[in-house]
């Protein structure tokens, strides 16, 4: 028994002294001095106590009587402060262009990131392959792929569904089944606290409200793709040059404005609604007042309105970060800032973060039916996601 216990401490030091090369080298790259101040050695040195323990706990007894230790993952990332996904852009992974950085797996490693109180570094990868392979060689703390899981099984790595077993609700938006998350092992806390995060029974509802926002079907039936292809193709000409110069004038990528002028009106610039909203941009009477347009049906007063008030909607959420901040803008463009700020407020009391995208979503799915504002704002934005990314990944 003695001689267990002073193996035990023995492997304690081992991993503690480990972890502190691995900081130190991890300082070096970040481009730290090597002798760095009392405060940050002793932040370091705390770090270091508090995840060494659980550093020891992970590993399987048997290394516990050698003299190489290996660094746990979910040790590196506390250390670290940082989750790094190794992933391959598709349409159940993430969406990944110009500045736009987003996907129904992206948004959920998001907030299981988040859990873990870390940020998350995101690789892209060409093929589920090397996105494995990154995993195994200790490049990523997990992969976020679509790989078969002969192919996970092969490289001797665990295979996590982000569905937890629920597939046929992701199936339903059109998003594939296996998408998953890869861990080097299954033992590790990573992917302990990765399972037991997915499966608890609230995460499995939001996780099929996070995708139901990023539905793949809307352009997959043929008549809406040939309709949305027409329109691109036969009035967008008309009013590029208008949608380019407005999105300089206020700081947008050209492309949202496009998507949210076809969500309002299909580009049909003599649009009017039975509500009184007219224009390419739909703009209400008192909106278009305010922002300086006096005919709602000129297409470039139109575009120019609807323009500067996304602009507005942006600044009204400058708190949010930039990964979610256009969905919030967007829906304080369909039913004010106002309202999507009394959300906020209410999932804050809750202990939920207000400046999640994934929260306020479920929030407008789970008060849907009793408030037809919120199902008309989760069809906008999300229509609004999808036609945004259809234009970015072709040529217009």
């Known amino acids: ?68 230790t290996d660094i746990p993952a979910y040790a590196r990332v506390m250390l670290e402060n940082s989750l790094t996904i190794a992933s391959v852009p598709g349409d159940s992974t993430f969406f990944a262009t110009d500045n736009f950085q987003h996907g129904f797996g992206y948004d959920l490693t998001r907030s299981y990131a988040n859990e873990l109180g870390v940020e998350v570094t995101l690789k892209a990868y060409p093929n589920n392959e090397a996105a494995l392979a990154a995993v195994k060689r200790g490049e990523a703390d997990l992969a976020l792929t679509t790989a078969s899981t002969q192919a996970i099984t092969r490289l001797d790595l665990a295979q996590m569904n982000l569905s937890c077993g629920a597939d046929a609700k992701i199936t339903e938006y059109g998003l594939h089944p296996k998408v998953s998350w890869t861990f080097a092992k299954a033992s590790d806390p990573l992917s302990v606290k990765a399972s037991h995060f997915l499966c608890a029974d609230s995460q499995i509802e939001d996780t099929q409200k996070l995708a139901a926002f990023y539905n793949q079907n809307l352009l997959k039936d043929a008549y809406n793709q040939q309709h949305f292809e027409r329109a691109l193709s036969d009035k967008l000409p008309t009013y590029q040059s208008s949608f380019k110069r407005q999105a300089q ?81 967007l829906a304080g463009y369909n039913m004010g800032p106002n309202a999507v700020k009394q959300i906020q407020a209410t999932l804050k009391k809750d202990g939920k973060d207000p400046n999640s995208w994934a929260n306020v979503y479920a929030y407008l799915s789970d008060h849907a039916s009793t408030n037809s504002r919120y199902v008309q704002c989760m069809h906008y934005v999300s229509n609004i996601r999808s036609y945004l990314e259809t234009i970015k990944t072709q040529s217009v």
């Open 1 to 68: 028994m003695q001689r267990i216990t002073y193996r035990v401490k023995s492997s304690t030091r081992q991993a503690s002294r480990k972890l502190k090369a691995w900081a130190g080298q991890s300082s070096a790259k970040a481009g730290t001095s090597s002798k760095p101040a009392v405060s940050n050695r002793f932040a370091t040195t705390k770090k270091i106590a508090q995840i060494s323990s659980i550093a020891l706990l992970s590993l399987p007894a048997k290394s516990l009587t050698t003299t190489h």
């Open 249 to 329: 004038e206020y700081n947008h990528d050209w492309a949202v404005l496009v998507a949210m002028g076809y969500q309002e009106s299909h580009l049909n610039a003599k649009a009017v609604s039975p509500t009184g909203v007219q224009g390419l941009m739909m703009l209400t009477n008192s909106t278009a007042k305010a922002m300086g347009v006096s005919d709602r049906v000129d297409p470039t007063q139109s575009i120019s309105g609807g323009a500067r008030y996304l602009e507005l909607m942006k600044e009204s959420f400058a708190d949010v970060p930039q990964v979610d901040r256009l969905w919030f803008a």
